[in-house]
């Protein structure tokens, strides 16, 4: 039972473009929530994060909404920027205990 | 600094063989993990230690897979008389866990191959 989903396995947009990049999540007893990203031959890096008692944290280009009742996150990159070309995945986890539930990812490609 | 190594960068072994991976995490990082990624899939959680504390093992798929750690230093997770499926990347990450959940700083990986 996949607990963290990203249904869309990729997404291409134009370079100045907004990138929105969506996840579902079924577990309620989640309330932490990051974004990774992932170079060919790396490991992930950690992009941003939001606690479920926010709905929005923005960092830069990057800004994640959380909408707890539907149990729906989603990244929002803005201006994207062919470097942000990358394997982005999502993940989930609980204040009590650190071990993440992570998504399938999605590739985001960012045409010049 | 030196981030999360990983070693080897990548392993091929035949059905039935024993392997040990090793990771050495951030130093001064309290919490280390251990996931693996097969192809096409996300990251799946398979042990986590933190300080002292016994090791979450809940995500160990089966009895041939077993990880241990000294102290808050080097991990190692070895797999023992390997299947195909166990084909996969194996990522190791450490925190600086200051209670709950925090960002995880991951190695590069090592890509198993079982032939």
């Known amino acids: 039972d996949q607990q963290v989903k990203q249904n869309s396995p990729s997404l291409s947009v134009q370079e100045g473009r907004i990138s929105i990049l969506n996840c579902d999540y079924t577990n309620s007893m989640f309330d932490y929530f990051l974004w990774y990203k992932k170079y060919p031959a790396e490991g992930p890096t950690f992009l941003i994060s939001?606690?479920?008692?926010?709905d929005k944290n923005e960092d830069g280009r990057f800004t994640v909404f959380l909408n707890k009742s539907a149990k729906h996150l989603s990244l929002h990159i803005v201006p994207s920027q062919p470097g942000d070309s990358a394997v982005y995945f999502c993940?989930?986890?609980?204040?009590?205990?650190?071990?993440?539930?992570f998504g399938k990812g999605i590739t985001l490609s960012v045409r010049p | 600094g030196a981030g999360v190594s990983q070693s080897p960068s990548n392993k091929v072994t035949e059905k039935g063989k024993d392997v040990e991976l090793r990771c050495d995490p951030i130093s001064g990082h309290t919490a280390l993990y251990w996931y693996r990624q097969r192809l096409g899939q996300g990251l799946e959680f398979l042990i986590y230690f933190q300080g002292n504390s016994a090791p979450d093992k809940s995500g160990l798929p089966s009895d041939r897979f077993s990880a241990e750690r000294t102290g808050e230093s080097v991990s190692t997770l070895t797999i023992q008389r390997t299947q195909q499926e166990d084909s996969a990347v194996y990522l190791c990450a450490s925190s600086f866990q200051n209670g709950g959940v925090d960002e995880q700083y991951f190695g590069p990986g090592t890509r198993l191959t079982v032939t």
């Open positions: 939001i606690s479920s008692i926010k």
């Open positions: 993940a989930a986890g609980t204040g009590a205990n650190s071990k993440l539930t």
